[in-house]
């Protein structure tokens, strides 16, 4: 079945991970994660580095497979299914914007007149067209980040792919690209990746467009869910103690009705306290086995 067969009808997940872990001295995947997503808008909040800097090679696969589409990952883009924007990748300088979008069509489909077709509609589309001759090297950050939200949906791919493209903008600046990214999946799927966003926040606005979140801190898969589940306010907390008496630790909070979630990083938890709890009842248990207290935090600012 084609990539836009498989869009249509929804016969495979917008994304899917397999057992996948990475191979790198510098990537924080060596635990195997599996997750599952047929939603149209997908976030990816906390620590997801690691899989958008498998699409730029600078990673390699170690174990099981990542797929979008139904395809593999690293192929997505070459065979025209996925259209990425990394979060500041490096431009060449010399080019205009308009010059820069027409060798990027080109160099996905071979031809000239069509890639400038694909070019201008391109900076149509996104209000982009007066930057169409201005150099690269003379773009704001923000314009860094709007002309490569029309680079991954230049030749129409089934799913656009956007890496933190609202990290480090100022508020006006992250409510423009927000609207850029909602513009972005009006004919297709997406895939966006965001730090932990404050309550209100440009990152919060655009988290809540997504019909499903994945959060992933530490090395662990924490939530997933609608943002509405995801953000809600609750006894959730992030918490990591540093000692030998772990085990029996962890032990004591279970049977106090402590829920917790263990992540790849030894002696880190998500952790959810039982109704009328309070974080005195992690601290008195860390107390009580002579572990020391390295971080508790609410698991998200909202």
Not at 9 to 20: I, K, N, S, V, W
Not at 66 to 81: N, V
Not at 202 to 220: I, M, N, Q
């Amino acid at each position: 079945m084609s990539a836009k067969a498989a869009i249509s009808d929804g016969a495979a997940p917008t994304l899917e991970l397999q057992q996948f872990a990475l191979r790198s001295a510098g990537a924080d995947w060596a635990t195997p994660l599996s997750l599952r997503s047929v939603a149209p808008r997908v976030g990816l909040v906390g620590d997801w580095e690691p899989l958008f800097q498998l699409l730029t090679g600078s990673v390699e696969a170690a174990s099981g497979s990542a797929k979008i589409l139904g395809c593999e990952l690293e192929s997505a883009i070459s065979r025209g299914i996925l259209g990425f924007a990394a979060c500041d990748p490096p431009l060449p300088a010399a080019f205009t914007v308009a010059e820069y979008l027409r060798y990027a069509a080109r160099l996905s489909h071979g031809s000239s007149g069509r890639a400038a077709h694909d070019a201008q509609r391109a900076l149509d589309r996104y209000g982009l067209a007066e930057l169409g001759n201005r150099k690269l090297s003379q773009l704001a950050l923000y314009q860094r980040r709007a002309l490569g939200i029309a680079l991954s949906t230049l030749t129409a791919p089934a799913v656009v792919c956007l890496e933190t493209p609202l990290r480090g903008l100022d508020a006006p600046s992250a409510a423009y690209i927000e609207r850029l990214c909602v513009e972005a999946a009006a004919h297709g799927r997406l895939v966006l990746s965001s730090d932990l966003p404050s309550s209100a926040s440009p990152e919060r606005s655009l988290l809540d467009t997504c019909d499903e979140l994945f959060l992933r801190k530490h090395g662990a898969l924490l939530a997933h869910g609608a943002p509405s589940s995801v953000f809600a306010s609750g006894a959730r907390y992030s918490l990591t103690v540093k000692g030998t008496g772990i085990a029996a630790f962890s032990q004591a909070l279970r049977e106090a009705g402590v829920v917790l979630e263990p992540s790849a990083q030894g002696g880190h938890f998500s952790v959810e306290l039982p109704e009328g709890g309070s974080t005195d009842l992690l601290l008195d248990a860390a107390l009580d086995h002579g572990l020391i207290v390295v971080e508790l935090e609410p698991l998200l600012s909202v």
